[in-house]
């Protein structure tokens, strides 16, 4: 025990991992509400928070608010890790050879576009599959209806479209609608079995209250699902790791030379200066977030109503 108390590395990682359970924990149900609203608001009928708990309890209870805790705990421990890593390493280039160990506020916030890069990258796979566990939770499952004709459903649809069987009425309908065009297919049959959403019986796409675990989300729509929305997310997180960490150094900035003013003699570097109240670092870390926050929302809307969004690969 002694020796892994002495590895500062191992001991910073260990509270690091902690802390983001806790406060993941802490907050997880307002990330809830947010995402259903986020999801099911449109530009003419905004939900309620009170209706959103509402259909939450009714379908899930309570703990319908947790659904999907466990993946973005995961996620945000290898992003946070990814993200200050990230700009550790790039930071410490700019202070190489420099005497004092000084960033620039624009230096800060190069180095953070470029984390918040790297973060969404990390972070996409296990945002998609929290996502989609929260929407599940307000959302009523409905399975198609097993049809006796099992048989019919070729090996490679049955692998695309897990828990799902032919509705043969439907299909047969959208034959004999199909089959009315001018210029008819050879082999009408065979070629809407290539579009496996077919299957469902609606003629669209599974709801994603269906295909919410990782396994369902490849078999149906391939690695590349793991990562939908990836473009939103990679300016969402940028922006972010862009504005937080400048907003940040412009702060720490700032409390050194306020700290500064009056020493005799004057110091030379951050390191003279001495350390920081631990409130004021706290709350300069919270007004930074809150700005970057603000300024990613719209992205964050975008990435997160992209990832609600089924599309089955062909």
Not at 234 to 250: A, E, H, N, P
Request: net charge positive; charged share 15%; aromatic share 8%.
């Amino acid at each position: 025990m002694d020796e892994i108390l002495k590895n500062t590395l191992t001991v910073h990682a260990v509270a690091a991992s902690a802390s983001v359970a806790l406060g993941t924990t802490i907050i997880y149900p307002l990330d809830s509400l947010t995402v259903l609203k986020q999801v099911g608001s449109t530009t003419r009928k905004q939900l309620a928070v009170g209706q959103i708990l509402a259909r939450v309890r009714a379908i899930s209870g309570y703990s319908g608010l947790y659904s999907g805790l466990g993946w973005l705990t995961m996620g945000r421990t290898f992003g946070l890790g990814v993200r200050f890593g990230t700009y550790e390493i790039l930071t410490a280039f700019y202070k190489d050879g420099r005497e004092d160990s000084y960033v620039d506020v624009s230096e800060a916030l190069m180095a953070g576009f470029a984390a918040g890069m790297v973060e969404s990258l990390v972070s996409s796979p296990f945002e998609i599959v929290k996502l989609r566990a929260q929407v599940a939770s307000a959302s009523r499952i409905l399975h198609s209806p097993l049809i006796a004709e099992k048989s019919s459903i070729s090996p490679l649809i049955s692998s695309l479209l897990p828990r799902y069987s032919m509705n043969m009425m439907a299909m047969n309908n959208s034959i004999g609608m199909l089959s009315t065009l001018t210029t008819k297919h050879e082999n009408l049959l065979s070629a809407l079995k290539e579009y496996p959403w077919m299957m469902t019986g609606s003629g669209r796409a599974p709801a994603v209250s269906n295909v919410k675990k990782p396994t369902d989300i490849i078999a149906l729509e391939g690695w590349r699902g793991l990562w939908r929305g990836l473009r939103s997310g990679v300016v969402r997180d940028s922006i972010f790791g862009g504005i937080f960490f400048s907003s940040w150094q412009f702060l720490h900035n700032a409390m050194i030379n306020w700290k500064a003013v009056g020493m005799n003699p004057l110091p030379r570097s951050d390191e003279d200066v001495g350390p920081l109240s631990p409130f004021a670092v706290s709350l300069a870390a919270g007004v930074s977030g809150s700005i970057a926050g603000a300024a990613s929302h719209c992205f964050d809307t975008a990435k997160i109503r992209s990832q609600c969004t089924v599309i089955p690969k062909v």
